[in-house]
T-cell receptor
Framework: EAGVAQSPRYKIIEKRQSVAFWCNPI?????LYWYQQILGQGPKLLIQ????????DSQLPKDRFSAERLKGVDSTLKIQPAKLEDSAVYLC??????????????FGPGTRLLVL | LAKTTQPISMDSYEGQEVNITCSHN???????ITWYQQFPSQGPRFIIQ???TKVTNEVASLFIPADRKSSTLSLPRVSLSDTAVYYC?????????????FGTGTRLQVTL
């Protein structure tokens, strides 16, 4: 079974530029998550989708971050404009069901972003 | 939300049993305990989950005392490949994953 796919794996941009990350979850998984992981910290949830609807985006900095999952499958996360503090690994995960806390989440390898 | 406390780091020799304890003093009746493992440059990976007493799978065991205010992840006979960060999470059965918090985890270093 194919895992969660993410691209690109690495990205270097200058501050105030925009960047987009792509995620393809495990086939059939209803729930998709985007996390931000700053060096030395645990992942922090940015947004949770169930199919193509948003379940929770309370920790998403909406003035610069946006995410969509238009057809309920793959998803994109965008940052515009980027700030230095956005340097982090952006992880995508998916789970089979509706996204209850006890569901197993399957994570992708992440996209490492460096903002200069 | 139940807050978790774990040791920042632990060291072990290959072949030893490692026990990582997580404190969650304000755990609620509906809360489950879940552990994830994260290798460098990879996303976290589910290890084990439990509600009470003991759970065992092919990778680890999870011990939860009767009061459920702590839990212990036990890794039998660790190898160098078990070097990773281990996260303890507490989540409400009735809530969404958005209420989970990973924390900073426990960095386990296994050496020869």
């Amino acid at each position: 079974e194919a895992g969660v796919a993410q691209s690109p794996r690495y990205k270097i941009i200058e501050k105030r530029q925009s960047v987009a990350f792509w995620c393809n979850p495990i086939s059939g998984h209803a729930t998709l998550y985007w996390y931000q992981q700053i060096l030395g910290q645990g992942p922090k949830l940015l947004i949770q989708f169930q199919n193509n609807g948003v379940v929770d985006d309370s920790q998403l900095p909406k003035d610069r971050f946006s995410a969509e999952r238009l057809k309920g499958v793959d998803s994109t996360l965008k940052i515009q404009p980027a700030k230095l503090e956005d340097s982090a690994v952006y992880l995508c995960a998916s789970s089979l069901d509706v996204g209850y806390s006890q569901e197993t989440q399957y994570f992708g390898p992440g996209t490492r972003l460096l903002v200069l | 939300l139940a807050k978790t406390t774990q040791p920042i780091s632990m060291d072990s020799y290959e072949g030893q049993e490692v026990n990582i304890t997580c404190s969650h003093n304000n755990i609620a009746t509906n809360d489950y305990i879940t552990w994830y493992q994260q290798f460098p440059s990879q996303g976290p990976r589910f290890i084990i989950q439990g509600y009470k007493t003991k759970v065992t799978n092919e990778v680890a065991s999870l011990f939860i005392p009767a009061d459920r205010k702590s839990s212990t992840l036990s890794l039998p006979r660790v190898s160098l490949s078990d070097t990773a960060v281990y996260y303890c999470l507490v989540g409400d059965l009735t809530g969404t994953a958005s209420k989970l918090t990973f924390g900073t985890g426990t960095r386990l270093q296994v050496t020869l």
